[in-house]
């Protein structure tokens, strides 16, 4: 069973009793829901007068809650329900720590991810509001030394870092999710910028970016001469009174956060580095003052945060002049990922949304301006299902508010019946398509079914198959709420995908994959690469990827679709010339986002790469080193060194800052900060990577 702390509910009619959860840190607001304010808010809609009893919301919350942390495996999840200016709910569920069995508070703090979209959105906006930045002006206006290598970079304005639109590759991912607190990610990022080009024109199409979000930050750093952090603190979390809100400049209390988890195993504190796009740590709690500020037109409790304007401006839909939007659905904002959200607008309500989720935790946040309801949902897993809660609990509650008399119909779980599909039609959806996960191809199964492939591990691994055209016009199986078809705006043909949403009672359909047209074959120097296998060098030893992923990649090709490579397992790569690709995928919303360049460089006799951020060095310039002392010299820009280790039993490791160990399938073994002793089990080869700081010395000594 899920342990519960308890708080208590308050209604003008019933007290009922009121759970609480959350992330990672503790404080305040145990035992207290607020105060009810009677009257009308800034956008006339009633203030809860207390009247309202959310019993059957909370019940139902709560089971559907303990509910999805079973079935997931959750340690933890906390929840907060507004209604005006009253948190009618607040309930922290599970454990923040397994080992020692502590339970979840309403003040236990999580990081909430591109929530954190919602606040540099903030933030920007009361710049707007004094004056000090116009929302069309372009990005070098405030950023001076801003560049990129696509001269269309002058033209990306501040609007289009906040709506999605800038064109940029995507996300900066190096050094993002760490267990140690790291400065000067934001200005990585601008520097891993300038070296890129851009993905499409700006303003062309939205497409989920992190980026824009990161240079928004960097935006607020340069006009206020504060830091991006201090900033939303003095102007946002104390005006607001959200205590307990913080972005992870430092270790956080043990105890005051939720530790995450994944697959059972309990990590440190992550530190979430890109402050803007994904770092901020909070509460439902306090996220509720946040809403609430919305919910008022932009104050609360006497504190004016935004104009009316800048509140109505961010819950405008930004995608109105899209030259490339097949599938209109997703509603883009300032920082809100819809504004239209498709579960409330199904049943008749305007809703601000913005998901969020980093390596470990999964937020989702829900204001519905016009009935003054608002819903903070967060948890220490990305598969307990926040999205399907919070519309669930939102749904209820406009049920015991009596703005709904009942909740709506879940769609039919079988799909329409089969119609005879033309050949036409069968030949429109067959062929190669990709994404930012990967490549897939669709293929005749029989005269009348397709089937949809995917390309993993060297083969094609079926995905989906009897795919039959149904009365709707969408291709279906029996057993997958999800259907496909093919779309096009000229010249970009795509695979769209429909699938039920949230709770399960719309339809939300999205460009899944574009087209792969034919390519010249590959160049020499292309194929000469094909096969070899480079190793990260860039990554701080305390992040993510270096406790979760081998630091191993091989350039791949598939042998049907000739003239492209992969690097990472995912993205497609279409050579631009013999030392870098170019990109060429535009899908937008989501499945277009982070494309990266494939770059060579040369250095000396090796070649490197560089992909996203990441440095590689290729594996076949690794020494072997056998018994006896070895220095290991780190370059000048601090890259990690590696060494195959054979005919030894002892590793000795001295004047490193970290170090870790890898088996001959690239699987960490051990790992350690500073100096070390291993004890090498019996079956070689190992490999050891080296961490240090530019221009340092490590001596390695094996016996």
């Keep these: 069973m899920n342990k519960v702390s308890q708080n208590s509910e308050s209604t003008e009619g019933d007290a009922v009793p009121s759970p609480l959860r959350r992330k990672m840190l503790g404080v305040a607001l145990a035992g207290s829901v607020g105060v009810s304010l009677a009257g009308r808010n800034a956008f006339g809609a009633p203030n809860d007068t207390g009247h309202t009893n959310y019993a059957a919301t909370i019940a139902d919350g709560r089971a559907a809650i303990a509910q999805a942390m079973k079935k997931s495996n959750t340690t933890s999840v906390s929840v907060a329900l507004t209604d005006g200016n009253r948190v009618v709910w607040q309930q922290a569920f599970g454990v923040i720590d397994r080992v020692h069995n502590h339970a979840a508070s309403v003040d236990t703090l999580y990081n909430i991810g591109s929530v954190s979209k919602v606040v540099v959105s903030t933030a920007v906006m009361i710049l707007v509001d004094r004056g000090k930045v116009n929302l069309d002006a372009p990005v070098t206006t405030y950023i001076h030394d801003?560049?990129?290598l696509s001269p269309a970079?002058?033209?990306?304005?501040?609007?289009?870092?906040?709506?999605?639109?800038?064109?940029?590759?995507?996300?900066n991912y190096r050094n993002i999710f760490?267990?140690?607190p790291l400065t000067g990610y934001a200005?990585?990022?601008?520097?891993?910028?300038?070296?890129e080009h851009l993905k499409n024109e700006p303003g062309e199409m939205a497409v989920y970016c992190n980026d824009g979000f990161t240079m928004a930050e960097r935006v607020v750093e340069e006009v206020s001469g504060k830091t991006y952090a201090q900033f939303v603190k003095d102007e946002i979390l104390v005006p607001l009174k959200m205590s307990r809100s913080r972005f992870p400049l430092e270790y956080y209390a043990d105890g005051s956060f939720a530790y995450p988890y994944l697959d059972g195993k309990k990590y440190s504190q992550e530190f979430v580095l890109a402050f803007g796009s994904g770092g901020l740590s909070s509460t439902p709690a306090d996220m509720m003052r946040l809403a609430m500020m919305f919910i008022n037109g932009g104050e609360l409790d006497g504190q004016r945060v935004l104009s009316k304007a800048a509140v109505k401006e961010m819950g405008q839909d930004q995608t109105a002049n899209l030259i490339l939007?097949?599938?209109?659905?997703?509603?883009?904002?300032?920082?809100?990922?819809q504004v239209e959200q498709p579960g409330m607008k199904a049943v008749g309500f305007t809703c601000w949304q913005k998901n969020g989720g980093t390596a470990f935790y999964g937020s989702d946040f829900y204001v519905l301006p016009g009935e003054s309801l608002a819903l903070m949902i967060t948890g220490t897993s990305l598969t307990y299902g926040a999205a399907k809660l919070a519309e669930r609990i939102l749904l209820h509650a406009l049920k015991d508010k009596h703005l709904i008399t009942a909740l709506p119909k879940l769609l039919p779980a079988a799909p329409p019946p089969i119609v005879p599909a033309s050949n036409s039609q069968l030949d429109a959806m067959t062929g190669y398509y990709a994404n930012f996960e990967g490549v897939m191809k669709i293929m005749r199964k029989d005269a009348q079914a397709l089937s949809l492939l995917t390309w993993s591990a060297g083969q094609w691994t079926v995905t989906s198959d009897n795919l039959r055209l149904r009365k709707d016009g969408w291709f279906a199986n029996e057993n997958s709420p999800r259907s496909l078809r093919a779309g096009q705006i000229s010249p970009y043909s795509y695979l769209d995908m429909r699938a039920p949403g949230g709770y399960g009672h719309y339809y939300v359909s999205i460009p899944l994959a574009e087209r792969v047209e034919d390519a010249p074959p590959l160049s020499s120097a292309w194929q000469a690469r094909v096969?070899?296998?480079?190793?990260?060098?860039?990554?701080?030893?305390s992040t993510t990827t270096m406790a979760m992923t081998s630091p191993l990649v091989t350039?791949?090709?598939?042998?049907?679709?000739p003239g492209y490579v992969r690097i990472d397992g995912r993205q497609l790569l279409l050579p631009g010339s013999d030392t870098r690709t170019r990109e060429f995928i535009k899908i937008p919303a989501v499945f277009g986002r982070d494309l990266d360049e494939l770059v060579v460089l040369s250095r000396g006799a090796e070649e490197w790469l560089m992909f996203g951020g990441f440095r590689y060095r290729p594996l076949a310039s690794v020494p072997s080193a056998g018994p006896g002392t070895h220095a290991i010299q780190l370059d000048n820009q601090g890259n990690a060194q590696y060494l195959q280790l054979i005919k030894a039993g002892k590793v000795q490791v001295s004047g490193s800052r970290a170090w870790r160990l890898y088996d001959a399938k690239w699987n960490t073994v051990q790992a350690g900060t500073g100096g070390g002793h291993i004890v090498l089990p019996a079956t070689p080869p190992f490999y050891l990577m080296v961490f240090?700081?530019?221009?340092?010395?490590?001596?390695?000594?094996?016996?």
């Design 692 to 703: 240090g700081d530019p221009n340092s010395r490590a001596v390695v000594t094996l016996a």
């Design 325 to 337: 939007n097949p599938t209109p659905v997703w509603k883009w904002g300032i920082g809100w990922d």
């Design 146 to 148: 801003f560049k990129m």
């Design 153 to 171: 970079y002058g033209a990306i304005t501040v609007r289009m870092l906040l709506d999605h639109t800038s064109g940029f590759p995507g996300a």
């Design 555 to 561: 350039l791949e090709d598939i042998p049907e679709l």
């Design 178 to 180: 760490t267990f140690r």
């Design 531 to 541: 096969g070899n296998s480079w190793l990260l060098a860039n990554d701080d030893e």
């Design 187 to 195: 200005r990585d990022t601008q520097s891993f910028l300038a070296a």
